[in-house]
């Protein structure tokens, strides 16, 4: 399986960007890149998803890199709800499950 | 429109019982996957069904079984209860083409203790 390397944990204050990276050197051309959040007591949260250009929807954006061998969550104005763990995941949709790591643990500070 | 229902919430259970976990998919979703959550272990891939076959299974032992119903609905069953088998279970449902990128939709989860 692909693996993905995120930093164990971060700190943002409220109000501003978060930029939550995430490195996959070893990502194959039909992996997409997916990010799911996990807020505390609550099963995990669909964010984003993408292959290979950059990605934006209500909740984030997504910036992969041109080789795609990194790609970064940008939360554009952070808030107290999303402090969560952020997992960073790579997932062919041919034939294999959605497999968590451990995830950055983001705090956002009032 | 309905999220994915996972029944029961809670559930408490003597080492050596077996338990039934059940998971209604979001309407149209074809595909079900399961995960048990440890506060050691993380989020773990029990195994995911889609259209009543199993598509993958995770690394876990055969005391761990699923099935996925004609309406997508799907249950899993442990048998012969550990302590260590105590997690939250959670439920996934996606459209599951195999094609493409697409999200999945988690349930609440199912809180097992066994004691």
């Known amino acids: 399986d692909a693996k993905t390397t995120q930093p164990n944990s971060m700190e943002s204050n409220e109000e501003e960007p978060v930029h939550l990276p995430c490195n996959h050197s070893t990502i194959s051309g039909t992996d997409y890149i997916h990010w799911y959040r996990q807020l505390p007591s609550q099963g995990p949260e669909y964010v984003i998803h993408?292959?290979?250009s950059n990605v934006n929807n209500r909740m984030a954006s997504l910036a992969i890199a041109e080789d795609r061998k990194s790609s970064t969550l940008i939360l554009h104005r952070a808030t107290l709800r999303d402090a969560a763990v952020y997992y960073c995941?790579?997932?062919?949709?041919?034939?294999?499950?959605?497999?968590f790591g451990k995830g950055t643990r983001l705090s956002v500070i009032a | 429109k309905a999220g994915v229902t996972q029944t029961p919430r809670y559930l408490i259970k003597t080492r050596g019982q077996q338990v039934t976990l059940s998971c209604s998919p979001i309407?149209?979703?074809?595909?079900v996957s399961w995960y048990q959550q440890t506060p050691g272990q993380g989020l773990q891939f029990l195994f995911e069904y889609f259209s009543e076959t199993q598509r993958n299974k995770g690394n876990f032992p055969g005391r761990f079984s699923g099935r996925q119903f004609s309406n997508s609905r799907s249950e899993m069953n442990v048998s012969t209860l550990e302590l260590g088998d105590s997690a939250l279970y959670l439920c996934?449902?996606?459209w599951g083409s195999g094609t493409g990128g697409y999200g999945y939709t988690f349930g609440s989860g199912t809180r097992l203790t066994v004691v």
């Open positions: 993408g292959l290979t």
């Open positions: 309407s149209g979703h074809r595909s």
């Open positions: 995941i790579l997932r062919d949709p041919r034939n294999t499950p959605l497999v």
């Open positions: 996934a449902s996606s």
